[in-house]
């Protein structure tokens, strides 16, 4: 069974910076995508970021409105997968989900293992 449990949400005034961590229990993520996903209230659920294996490595993908702002990386067993956000704005606003496991259909689709979630609120 694959548990994935996110940790390091909280509220922060924009401009600054939060890291978040998806621990995962049941298998590590090395060689298998692992994405951070958001939902904002009234809002669909929407891509982040993902970290995907690649020949000779991995290859990150971010959503436009967090390039430059958000890196995703993994620690070195590739157990934990980080989201360092920085330079946070109100609109990053929303729980952020972590996921494994690619479904197929690229790294926006599905995923077969999701986290519970974390609360991460910017205030302006």
């Known amino acids: 069974q694959v548990q994935l449990v996110e940790s390091g949400g909280g509220l922060v005034q924009a401009g600054g910076s939060l890291r978040l961590s998806c621990a995962a229990s049941?298998?590590?993520?090395?060689?298998?995508?692992g994405a951070w996903w958001r939902q904002a209230p009234g809002k669909e659920r929407e891509f982040v970021a993902a970290?995907?294996?690649?020949?000779?490595?991995?290859?990150?993908y971010y959503t436009d409105s967090v390039k430059g702002r958000f890196t995703i990386s993994g620690d070195n067993a590739w157990n934990t997968v980080y989201l360092q956000m920085y330079s946070l704005k109100p609109e990053d606003t929303a729980v952020y989900y972590c996921?494994?496991?690619?479904?197929?259909?690229?790294?926006?689709?599905?995923?077969?293992?999701w986290g519970q979630g974390t609360q991460v609120t910017v205030s302006s």
């Open positions: 970290i995907v294996p690649s020949e000779g490595g991995r290859s990150t």
């Open positions: 996921a494994a496991v690619s479904l197929g259909g690229g790294y926006t689709a599905g995923y077969q293992y």
């Open positions: 049941g298998r590590a993520f090395n060689g298998v995508t």
